[in-house]
């Protein structure tokens, strides 16, 4: 049987020089050779993030690095401004409370945006250590207006963590000029490489607080990992060599190409989606002017689930995104991420109006 042609929220398709580069035979994670591959990461990944501040290497999903900013930077009893806009922002908060931290919690109706003037309010009714941005909410297709949120998230002299596993690849960053504290992501979206190895950048104000934390575990210590990293050239425990190989290669790809060009690439699969779906007769969920880069969320047409329109369309070899959340029943969603040609985009929205007419 052929393999279906991913439009998924990730894992997703990936890049055929990614795969080439992971079939490599394995070496070391203590070699020179391992270090010369965890050295370039981190310069492309800085370049990448527009940063000279410490990028860090970790095995794990992105998820890990989402709860390594509660432990490390966070004191027990103390509050996290928690902004969400759909099922990762809840995510965010349910990391925050498993760790014994306090959460304010702020949250936007499915396909709506951070409102900055709400957050700024809520900012100054509350006594929060940090706040919690969702730069690109998987569940619904939104793009966070993350360069105004961080700017009153800095005027306000607080912690700012930014989630940017769907967003990283895909969307602009720009971790000095925007004043990022954290900003994390994971290998298996918007880079096209298989999962299991998660990235971030950190302040200087990060590890300050992290030597001093109490009861922040081992294993997501960014202490103890930035002085690994400084000492031996990568990471305390055994990384994912072949998914950085892979990284290594998209990273080279996208310098080649140019961010400016790789991010409209992006920008024009994601227009081809849209514009694709609306032609079909359905709506978006996401608020105009704030349509993710990377993945789309799709209204169903009445008296349709979206469980119906994924099924239908894995029967002719595509493999959409399932609803998720709250808007579980009455969407689908449309990942551009990874490897997903142009033609096969157009190829995908055909199959999707012959399945839509057909239910």
């Not at 997703?12 to 203590?30: G, I, N, T, W």
């Not at 979206?189 to 081992?218: H, N």
Request: proline share 4%.
């Amino acid at each position: 049987m052929a393999a279906r042609k991913l439009f998924t929220a990730g894992p997703v398709s990936c890049f055929p020089e990614v795969l080439e580069a992971m079939k490599s035979q394995m070496y070391s994670h203590r070699s020179r050779e391992y270090k010369t591959l965890h050295e370039e990461l981190i310069k492309r990944l800085q370049r990448l993030l527009e940063t000279n501040k410490t990028v860090l290497l970790f095995p794990a999903s992105g998820t890990g690095i989402m709860e390594a900013s509660v432990r490390n930077c966070v004191n027990r009893g103390d509050s996290i401004l928690v902004t969400s806009i759909g099922a990762f922002g809840e995510r965010y908060r349910e990391v925050v409370e498993s760790n014994g931290r306090k959460v304010v919690y702020l949250d936007f109706k499915p396909g709506e945006h951070v409102d900055p003037k709400v957050m700024k309010e809520t900012m100054e009714k509350h006594n929060v250590k940090a706040v919690s941005i969702t730069y690109n909410e998987t569940s619904t297709g939104v793009l966070n207006p993350l360069p105004e949120l961080a700017r009153i998230v800095k005027k306000e002299d607080k912690l700012l963590f930014v989630d940017a596993v769907s967003a990283m690849g895909g969307a602009e960053i720009k971790f000095d000029e925007w004043g990022i504290d954290i900003v994390f992501s994971s290998s298996q979206k918007a880079f096209g490489v298989p999962p299991g190895l998660a990235m971030g950048a950190f302040s200087d104000r990060v590890f300050e607080l992290s030597e001093k934390m109490q009861e922040k575990g081992w294993y997501f210590d960014l202490a103890m990992y930035k002085k690994y990293q400084e000492k031996e050239t990568g990471t305390p425990s055994t990384p994912p060599i072949p998914q950085m190989m892979g990284l290594n290669v998209m990273l080279g790809k996208m310098e080649e190409m140019g961010k400016a060009k790789w991010l409209e690439m992006y920008r024009k699969r994601s227009g081809m989606v849209r514009e694709g779906v609306k032609r079909i007769g359905l709506g978006l969920l996401a608020k105009e002017g704030y349509e993710s880069p990377t993945i789309t969320a799709i209204k169903t047409a009445e008296g349709v689930k979206g469980d119906d329109v994924y099924y239908k369309m894995r029967d002719k070899g595509f493999e959409l995104a399932k609803g998720y959340g709250p808007v579980k029943q009455t969407t689908f969603r449309i990942g551009n991420m990874g490897y997903v040609p142009f033609e096969t985009i157009q190829e995908m929205l055909a199959n999707l109006e012959e399945v839509v007419g057909s239910l």
